[in-house]
T-cell receptor, first 115, second 118 residues
Framework: NAGVTQTPKFRILKIGQSMTLQCTQD?????MYWYRQDPGMGLKLIYY???????DKGEVPNGYNVSRSTTEDFPLRLELAAPSQTSVYFC??????????????FGQGTRLTVV | AQKVTQAQTEISVVEKEDVTLDCVYE???????LFWYKQPPSGELVFLIR??????QNEISGRYSWNFQKSTSSFNFTITASQVVDSAVYFC??????FGAGSYQLTFGKGTKLSVIP
């Protein structure tokens, strides 16, 4: 009964370093999403995927990249970390688009600090 | 453009009091969906309810109830007899039904932090 699993839970990066946030789901959902949550703000969509091999930009994609080689996995890559990317990152998945009447299931989040 | 406003940044209540969390939304779509999520101190997001734009019936689930009013573009959330375990950040979110740019995202409000004091 794992649902959506994100790793790591916490990470500190130095400016200019790169890293990959991992996300995997075991519900066979086609739709997956990456959001960031800044302090005192709601979540903003970074990238989403409608199925293996298909990804697209969300509201705030700059500085990030994604890939979707399998249905289960949707990693998020930061190439050159910047302090503005300090945030909590959430991965989510859903069986249908979020535009339809279905809830998204969220991972527990990754708290990233760039120093 | 879609927008969700949760005007209450933080609310504190004493245990057993009732509390209402406000949510006002803006959309030009005629068909849309509204959601409430709970984010407890542990950080994960927990789905609470969804409502489509054609269903204005209020809903009650235990101590939770939701009041959806299209005339005022509001989808308010009431907790009756609040408990300490209700302490969390609550997010209201909106999605539209159009297929295309923006159709795959939920637009979130900034959240309301609820603290229930024993």
């Amino acid at each position: 009964n794992a649902g959506v699993t994100q790793t790591p839970k916490f990470r500190i990066l130095k400016i200019g370093q790169s890293m990959t946030l991992q996300c995997t789901q075991d519900m066979n959902h086609n739709y997956m999403y990456w959001y960031r949550q800044d302090p005192g703000m709601g979540l903003k969509l970074i990238y989403y995927s409608v199925g293996a091999g298909i990804t697209d930009k969300g509201e705030v994609p700059n500085g990030y990249n994604v890939s979707r080689s399998t249905t289960e996995d949707f990693p998020l890559r930061l190439e050159l970390a910047a302090p503005s990317q300090t945030s909590v990152y959430f991965c989510a998945s859903s069986s249908r688009p979020s535009s339809e009447e279905t809830e998204a299931f969220f991972g527990q989040g990754t708290r990233l600090t760039v120093v | 453009a879609q927008k969700v406003t949760q005007a209450q940044t933080e609310i504190s209540v004493v245990e057993k009091e009732d509390v209402t969390l406000d949510c006002v939304y803006e959309t030009r779509d005629t068909t849309y969906y509204l959601f409430w999520y709970k984010q407890p101190p542990s950080g994960e997001l927990v789905f609470l309810i969804r409502r489509n734009s054609f269903d204005e019936q209020n809903e009650i689930s235990g101590r939770y109830s939701w009041n959806f009013q299209k005339s005022t573009s509001s989808f308010n959330f009431t907790i009756t007899a609040s408990q300490v375990v209700d302490s969390a950040v609550y997010f209201c979110a909106l999605s539209n039904s159009f297929f295309g740019a923006g159709s795959y995202q939920l637009t979130f409000g900034k959240g309301t932090k609820l603290s229930v004091i024993p």
